[in-house]
């Protein structure tokens, strides 16, 4: 069974949705050794069942796993590779901590480590496309403490590589949507962190045939946009409605021209954009005349981790509407 993207205006999802069925518990127990890999991964297909489920009937076209394994986007990563150890809690924001691990030794990839959860989600999407998402080189050196390397150049090329084996897999495996996520390279807004970023991402792109994705959310990205539109990406997908649609006119200044991931419903609320809200929304990015339909893709702003299930996929459901309006106007 194959399902046909949208030519106009695609619908996809971040990567993260609120954890379902008893994937908390399955997560704790692997960490308490109680469970190894392999049943860790066998037995979180039930909850990556409802996450698809979810997304099939709020009428999405590109989907994920819902990151149903990961308590946390570097984390996950850090507790399979070599090298890192535990380290302490460290607040984010608000009462939202995590323990940010540290980097011992040399890193190294100790085998796969998001390709069988990809392989599950794609079995069941019934023909839809699933993303490979992984966290990206820069936000796994930002938000580790470095014990060993003392060379930033040297640290985030270690984890191209690492990354780089890791989407190659998922490549052979089918993946046809990569995307790498790199929330913390707005906290940092500088010309010199953008182009420590692109490197690594030259590398771990360099030749592979997939659509290849770059996921930002927040911060001042309007400081760092002329030195990242030239990325060896097809798209940005980028957090918009939380920060007012302020990186607009930015796009307009910059000559925005590649695919965007278009943020278009606020993660950080309980209240539901409404389809009107978002068809708005939309109207405002097409009136800059920058891309065409064909280049938007509707999503969040960012994972929807933090929210209700309800509320998520209500808020998916009411893009999916928008999409199917949009299309009968543009088309």
């Given amino acids: 069974m194959t399902y046909e993207v949208p030519r106009l205006f695609p619908t996809t999802v971040v990567g993260s949705y609120p954890k379902l069925g008893n994937a908390t518990e399955l997560i704790k127990k692997r960490e308490r050794g109680e469970i190894g890999e392999?049943?860790?991964?066998?037995?979180?297909?039930?909850?990556?069942?409802?996450?698809v489920k979810d997304y099939i009937d709020a009428g999405i076209d590109i989907l994920s796993d819902g990151e149903q394994s990961r308590e946390d986007m570097v984390v996950y990563f850090a507790q399979r590779l070599k090298g890192y150890g535990k380290g302490d809690w460290v607040r984010i924001f608000d009462n939202v901590y995590f323990r940010k691990p540290i980097i011992k030794e040399r890193l190294e990839r100790a085998g796969e480590m998001i390709v069988t959860d990809w392989k599950y989600a794609?079995?069941?999407a019934g023909g839809r496309q699933v993303k490979l998402i992984i966290t990206g080189p820069y936000t796994m050196l930002e938000w580790s403490f470095d014990?060993?390397?003392?060379?930033?150049?040297?640290?985030?090329?270690?984890?191209?590589?690492?990354?780089?084996e890791e989407v190659l897999e998922g490549i052979k495996a089918g993946a046809r949507y990569v995307q790498v996520d790199e929330p913390a390279l707005?906290?940092?807004?500088?010309?010199?962190?953008?182009?420590?970023?692109?490197?690594?991402?030259?590398?771990?792109?360099?030749?592979?045939?997939?659509?290849?994705?770059?996921h930002i959310c927040y911060g001042r990205l309007e400081r760092i946009l002329p030195y990242i539109l030239d990325y060896p990406v097809d798209q940005f997908d980028l957090e918009f409605k939380n920060s007012n649609f302020r990186l607009l006119p930015y796009l307009k200044e910059y000559g925005f021209s590649k695919e965007l991931g278009y943020g278009v419903v606020d993660v950080h609320t309980l209240q539901v954009e409404t389809v009107d809200e978002i068809v708005e929304a939309v109207e405002r990015l097409m009136k800059l005349?920058?891309?065409?339909?064909?280049?938007?893709?509707?999503?969040?702003?960012?994972?929807?981790?933090r929210l209700p299930r309800d509320v998520a996929k209500e808020k998916l459901s009411n893009i999916s509407k928008a999409a199917t309006s949009l299309r009968k106007r543009y088309g």
């Fill in 38 to 51: 392999e049943e860790f991964h066998t037995k979180v297909r039930a909850s990556i069942d409802e996450v």
């Fill in 122 to 124: 794609e079995s069941v």
């Fill in 289 to 305: 005349d920058l891309i065409g339909p064909e280049k938007v893709y509707l999503d969040p702003d960012c994972g929807l981790k």
């Fill in 186 to 214: 707005s906290t940092r807004p500088w010309k010199e962190e953008a182009y420590l970023l692109k490197e690594a991402l030259k590398y771990i792109f360099n030749g592979i045939d997939a659509k290849k994705i770059i």
């Fill in 147 to 164: 014990l060993f390397y003392k060379d930033r150049e040297e640290l985030i090329m270690d984890f191209a590589k690492i990354i780089r």
